[in-house]
């Protein structure tokens, strides 16, 4: 039985975001099911996914959101496919099999996030209900591969990876990098696009897969690439994975066609060199097929001849798609193709050969894995193949790394990776392949620690801190490696280098010794092992937060009469950040309350500005999407209950269920217990509205101090504004850019809006708005939107190709479809640009606007 999980079709797209094209004009429902399920029949991921959300959004038919989910899974949205499947079995019983495939899937996208006891759960499950041979295998297999690999730190390998600069790696991805003879050209694959696309068939307009080469620098940089001419990339056929002979003279790849986005025919093409560059490409004979899929040359050598890798569907294979080779007969003709059997292939999906040195390395989904597919190797003896080897931290993550070549030595290569990291992507930061190159020392050094307490017991959440060392003193950076997860950590070493190895564990005292790699000789590996001491004055209380909890942050403190996000607030308002950083899916309400002193209207008013003040502090500086984040004035209303734990951090002055209303502050003795009174009702408040149904949250960094009179939350010293930090432009503070440093801010563009928050008014239920954003830059380099988020109500047309000289204006077009609300609301557009802060993080710009709902 074949059964291939590939997320798509070997062409190695995989995962490509393609351009939806929805059913335009159509409301109903049957129409967009069936159009949803004929693109997913056809690997049509992204216009699938795009229908069953529509159709969803219509009916919220729960049936759909495992499609949803799947969906994404295909497009290696790791992060959309978790947040799916945990939405379409959080009321599933663990019994209930009618989506049991869709439990496979969730456990492998858990998998691949590093959740691998969740994914051991889910594939267990699957299993239960399982009938498939082929099936039962694979989750047996990712089942084994998470329990090898949970402790494994992915950063300890031999070899550090480099991301080819951006030249190369686009938004989209990049396949089979493969290196010339003399090393200084780079050959791959990729789609001249910066936009989505429709893979089906190619065109002449360049919207398809063709075969770059790359050239090497005088000091080492590679040159803007260029594809190959008409001779290799045929017009109106996809060109992919290139691969060179040994001496470099001959071009191996393939031409790919395309019935409407699945692969219909792959056939392998040999160019040879001339003295003008490649010849004009014919089909290698022996191997192609009408019958099957040749996909992945690579040419390597057994029982002293040429012969030439590749992948296959044929019929007779071991399961999804298997490696073949086939020897060389000369003159562009190869004898019949041979399976390299079961040492290399599985019922899996086995790809990405490339041979060096008697090894073969390969990509696979059928051995026990870290995450997605995992390279390994083989050494062949001469008459057969030793047994597949994990390739190690490094080479593989916990998502999909495959395509490596290795050179000189074999201590030089490329491989790809669809791991987060330098790369930009179309769509996710998992969707997309980027080249990564790499150069194994001869000798090395490696450090594993271990940490433990004095009782020997393994510590997880602590910390271990390397630092280059001179005399003692520090040199430059060092590395700091946490984890939750265990309590080994592994580095790599320089070599004739000094290090302080410090290791720390919350609620213990720290420890420190030094180690060196001068003199070696020969490869080393070292180890430590940290005993930490107690500290017992450090015992940090957890509590866990229910659903429409309200937590007061107590430390959100406003001058007299002012709105403004004081300097000494914004800690509870980093810890709150954190906090939804850790929590993806969660949905706040921040609640602002005063004391009664004061006019009803006017306290009601100056709580909603407080508390809008707030949740523009944490999209603006916390960059947490708005749509995240509700808010709501209280005024005097709701006098604070006090609680057990309240009760006893005031030393018992008010009593658990006191209501600090204000007949009951009115009958206290004394000023300065009325003004501790009046204190704790001066409070914001989050509430968990949407997401997980707790939370967990350490108790010391959400408490403070209970104040007397002296504070108050009243200024103590005139209250400034904050600092101007441009002098270029006004910065607004729905800006990532608001507060940074002028030096910063000269070096990126500063988008001016028109305005930023529109008032929609009262909106019919049903009915859809229509209305604009304009904006210029007034910055002093160019400005490119790379990708603008909001709501699924709301939809943005803008041409994210415009780059925007300064001076230059441009427009959001805006439509609100007010179907899915029933209660008035601020809603947030994120504006994310291309150029980034010096921390990596995208300029963001944030607009809003707001309406009420009136019946049909």
Not at 82 to 93: N, Q, S, V
Not at 435 to 442: A, D, L, Q, S, V
Not at 818 to 825: I, R
Request: hydrophobic share 35%; with cysteine; net charge negative.
């Amino acid at each position: 039985m074949r059964i291939t999980f590939t997320l798509s079709a070997l062409l190695l797209l995989l995962g490509l975001p393609l351009v939806a094209q929805p059913l335009a004009g159509s409301s109903n429902e049957e129409q967009l099911l069936a159009a949803a399920d004929s693109a997913r029949a056809t690997y049509n991921w992204t216009v699938a996914l795009d229908n069953y959300r529509e159709a969803y959004d219509k009916n919220e038919d729960e049936a759909l959101l495992p499609l949803i989910a799947q969906m994404n899974y295909e497009l290696r949205d790791v992060a959309a496919t978790i947040r799916g499947y945990t939405r379409a079995f959080r009321r599933t019983e663990a019994s209930d099999t009618t989506n049991n495939i869709h439990r496979f899937y969730f456990g492998r996208a858990l998998k691949m996030d590093e959740q691998y006891d969740e994914a051991v759960t889910y594939l267990q499950n699957f299993l239960q209900f399982n009938q498939d041979t082929v099936l039962d295998y694979l989750a047996r297999t990712e089942i084994e591969g998470a329990r090898m690999y949970r402790d494994v730190d992915r950063e300890s390998g031999d070899v550090e990876l480099e991301f080819l600069d951006r030249s190369i790696n686009t938004v989209w991805s990049e396949y089979s990098p493969v290196l010339s003879a003399d090393g200084a050209t780079l050959y791959y694959a990729t789609a001249d696009a910066s936009a989505a696309i429709e893979f089906t068939d190619a065109n002449d307009d360049g919207q398809y897969v063709r075969v770059y080469r790359a050239t090497r620098g005088e000091e080492g940089e590679w040159e803007d690439p260029e594809p190959l001419g008409r001779e290799v990339n045929r017009p109106g056929v996809h060109s992919a994975n290139p691969s060179l002979s040994a001496d470099g003279r001959r071009l191996y790849y393939n031409r790919i066609g395309m019935k409407s986005n699945k692969v219909a025919e792959a056939k392998i093409y040999l160019s040879d060199v001339g003295d003008d560059g490649w010849k004009s490409g014919n089909p290698v004979g022996g191997i192609n097929s009408d019958d099957y899929l040749a996909l992945q040359p690579a040419t390597g050598e057994l029982f002293g001849e040429e012969v030439l890798f590749f992948v296959s569907d044929m019929a007779g294979g071991f399961g999804g798609y298997d490696i073949y080779y086939a020897t060389y007969r000369g003159d562009g003709r190869y004898a019949s193709p041979v399976n390299l059997g079961e040492a290399i292939n599985t019922v899996g999906d086995d790809m990405t050969p490339f041979y060096f040195d008697g090894t073969l390395y390969w990509s696979t989904n059928g051995l026990p894995t870290m995450g997605g597919t995992d390279l390994f190797y083989s050494a062949w003896n001469g008459s057969n193949w030793s047994e597949a080897t994990n390739m190690g931290p490094g080479f593989n993550s916990s998502v999909d790394d495959q395509s490596l070549s290795v050179y000189g030595d074999g201590l030089v290569g490329f491989m790809t990776s669809n791991r987060p990291g330098e790369g930009r992507s179309v769509k996710s930061k998992t969707c997309c392949d980027d080249i990564y190159g790499f150069e194994i020392p001869t000798i090395r050094a490696k450090l594993v620690v271990g940490l433990f307490s004095e009782d020997r017991q393994p510590l997880s959440n602590g910390t271990i801190e390397l630092q280059p060392i001179r005399n003692g003193n520090p040199l430059g950076d060092g590395t700091q490696k946490s984890r939750d997860d265990g309590n080994r950590f592994d580095f790599g070493l320089s070599l004739e280098t000094e290090y302080s190895v410090v290791a720390s564990h919350p609620g213990y005292y720290p420890d420190t010794v030094e180690i060196n790699t001068l003199g070696l000789v020969e490869s080393k590996d070292y180890e430590q092992v940290f005993f930490l001491r107690l500290d017992p004055a450090a015992n940090p209380v957890y509590d866990t937060i229910e659903i429409e909890e309200s937590i007061a942050l107590e430390n959100i403190l406003y001058d007299l009469d002012k709105s403004d996000i004081r300097p000494d607030a914004e800690g509870d308002l980093r810890v709150l950040t954190a906090l939804m950083e850790e929590y993806p899916d969660l949905v706040i309400e921040l609640g602002s309350h005063t004391d009664f002193r004061g006019d009803d209207k006017y306290n009601l008013n100056l709580s909603k500005r407080r508390a809008d003040s707030a949740r523009r502090w944490l999209i603006a500086q916390g960059g947490i999407a708005a749509a995240r984040i509700k808010f709501k004035g209280y005024g005097e209303t709701q006098p604070i209950v006090v609680s057990e734990r309240l009760a006893e951090r005031t030393g018992n002055v008010f009593s658990a269920g006191d209501t600090l209303s204000e007949p009951y502050i009115r009958s206290l003795a004394g000023n300065d217990v009325k003004e501790i009174a009046h204190q704790l009702n001066r409070r914001t408040e989050f509430k968990v509205l949407e997401g997980p149904t707790s939370i967990i949250i350490r108790r010391d960094i959400i408490e403070r101090a209970i104040e007397g009179p002296e504070r108050n939350g009243l200024p103590t010293a005139p209250a400034s504004p904050p600092a101007r930090t441009d002098s270029i432009a006004p910065i607004n503070p729905m800006s990532t850019l608001y507060g940074k440093p002028a030096a910063e801010v000269a070096a990126l563009p500063i988008l001016r809006f028109d305005q930023r928050k529109l008032e929609l008014g009262a909106v019919k239920q049903g009915e859809q708005r229509s209305f604009t954003y304009t904006f210029t830059n007034t910055g002093q380099v160019p400005a490119k939107i790379m990708l603008i988020q909001a709501c699924d109500c709301t939809t943005v047309t803008h041409d994210n190709s415009r780059v925007y000289q300064p001076g230059d204006s441009g427009t959001l077009e805006v439509v609100f479809d007010s179907s899915s609300k029933d209660t008035a609301e601020i809603i947030g557009i994120d504006v994310f640009l291309e150029q980034t802060h010096p921390t990596g993080r995208p300029v963001t710009e944030l607009v809003e606007y707001s309406f009420s709902i009136t019946p049909q």
